[in-house]
């Protein structure tokens, strides 16, 4: 299983980006898709989750700016990032709880590697 997360770049604050982050491989199922953020010198922080019944869930510091989306049939989580703000500057990784397709439907968590997102003042 690989996860792709793609769509960062330098944007100026006030603007708008969407990030993707794309499964592929031996799925059967995802559960949660999750998305975190690094920005330099600072620990790796939870952003947004979104459940496979697409339950969402936010950090404080986004939550009214940035909506997390998935498509289950393209296995596939957005995360559609609005008034962006400095602060919001640092690599955007994605993760995902993978249900395998044996019979034992073994569950294990990917992570993607990580999209830079500048917002410029």
């Known amino acids: 299983v690989q996860l792709q997360a793609f769509g960062g770049g330098l944007v100026q604050a006030g603007g708008s980006l969407r990030l993707s982050c794309a499964a592929s491989?031996?799925?059967?199922?995802?559960?949660?898709m999750d998305w975190y953020r690094q920005a330099p010198g600072m620990e790796r922080e939870w952003v947004a989750t979104?459940?496979?019944?697409?339950?969402?869930t936010y950090a404080e510091s986004v939550k009214g700016r940035f909506t997390v989306s998935r498509d289950n049939a393209k296995n596939t989580a957005y995360l559609q990032m609005s008034s962006l703000k400095p602060e919001d500057t640092a690599v955007y990784y994605c993760?995902?709880?993978?249900?395998?397709?044996?019979?034992?439907?073994?569950?294990?968590?990917?992570w993607g590697q990580g999209t830079l997102v500048t917002v410029s003042s």
């Open positions: 993760s995902a709880e993978v249900v395998g397709i044996t019979r034992y439907r073994i569950r294990n968590v990917y």
């Open positions: 491989g031996s799925i059967f199922s995802i559960n949660n």
């Open positions: 979104i459940t496979s019944g697409s339950t969402t």
